[in-house]
């Protein structure tokens, strides 16, 4: 057995979609220290530029680029091939591509949701995953060695009262993955399912709500801990790795679902 056998993502090119913050940030981070180059891509320029910067410092013998990417806007797919091409031609080709950008989540309970907002927050997380499969298939090599990886939520499994239409989104990301699977064979399809993990989301609640938050999840989770984006990226490493997972779920959520 060759020494580089467990070395996958050595010199590999990945694309991070939302690799500016929370998760996305870093599971850049845990494919630089795993020896791939990465590029990362946001909304938000500063966001960008202070991640490249902070990543570059942290792994200098690595390649680390930033490109800013708004997929708010209905020119969605027009502007992911722009990026696809800017990150190929910077770094070369694209053998991995995580999906992990999100907007802040403005829907309320039932009785409040309108058609508006539905669609409103339907774009991030049902339309814009389709076109990054879309566009996607044209850049990854035909491989199973090439992986998409999206994410959803543990709230797919285990519905939140009051979060009906973000658990139909969590939901439908599963499904979409299992699909995206066959359609984009022998590339590889997988998605994350995390649960509670501490990022900038939580950022609407003020410090006291979400320590009392956080103390009111870990008295429940078997793990006894809030999730930190440095355990889940884990799971994003093992589905580019895994050359034989497609089609698979990968929870990351404290054991919620046990409880």
């Known amino acids: 057995m060759s020494p580089s056998t467990y070395r996958k993502l050595q010199d590999k090119h990945v ?10 940030l870093a599971v850049a981070e845990a494919a630089l220290a795993s020896g791939a180059n990465a590029t990362i891509s946001s909304s938000s320029p500063a966001k960008v530029t202070a991640a490249v910067s902070s990543l570059s410092a942290l792994y200098p013998d690595r390649t680390v680029r930033g490109l800013t990417t708004d997929l708010s806007k209905p020119s969605a797919e027009a502007d992911l091939v722009t990026l696809f091409e800017a990150a190929q031609t910077g770094i070369g080709p694209i053998n991995h591509v995580v999906f992990t950008a999100a907007d802040p989540l403005s829907l309320g309970g039932l009785d409040s949701v309108t058609a508006d907002g539905i ?79 501490d990022t900038g989301l939580w950022g609407h609640m003020s410090v006291e709500e979400k320590a009392d938050m956080v103390k009111e999840v870990e008295a429940k989770m078997p793990t006894g801990k809030f999730g930190a984006v440095e355990d889940v990226a884990e799971a994003y490493l093992w589905l580019m790795k895994d050359g034989n997972a497609t089609g698979t779920v990968a929870g990351t959520d404290s054991g919620a679902l046990l409880v």
């Not at 995953?129 to 959803?152: D, E, F, G, Q």
């Not at 699977?181 to 993990?197: E, M, S, T, W």
């Open 15 to 24: 694309l991070i979609i939302g690799g500016s913050s929370g998760i996305g």
């Open 119 to 197: 669609h409103a927050a339907a774009h991030m997380r049902m339309v814009v995953p389709v076109l990054v499969a879309k566009v996607a298939a044209r850049y990854l090599p035909a491989a199973n060695t090439s992986s998409l990886t999206i994410t959803s939520g543990s709230v797919s499994e285990r519905p939140t009262k009051g979060w009906s239409v973000i658990s139909y989104f969590a939901g439908g990301l599963v499904s979409l993955a299992r699909a995206l699977a066959l359609d984009l064979a022998p590339v590889r399809v997988n998605v994350v399912r995390p649960g509670y993990v």
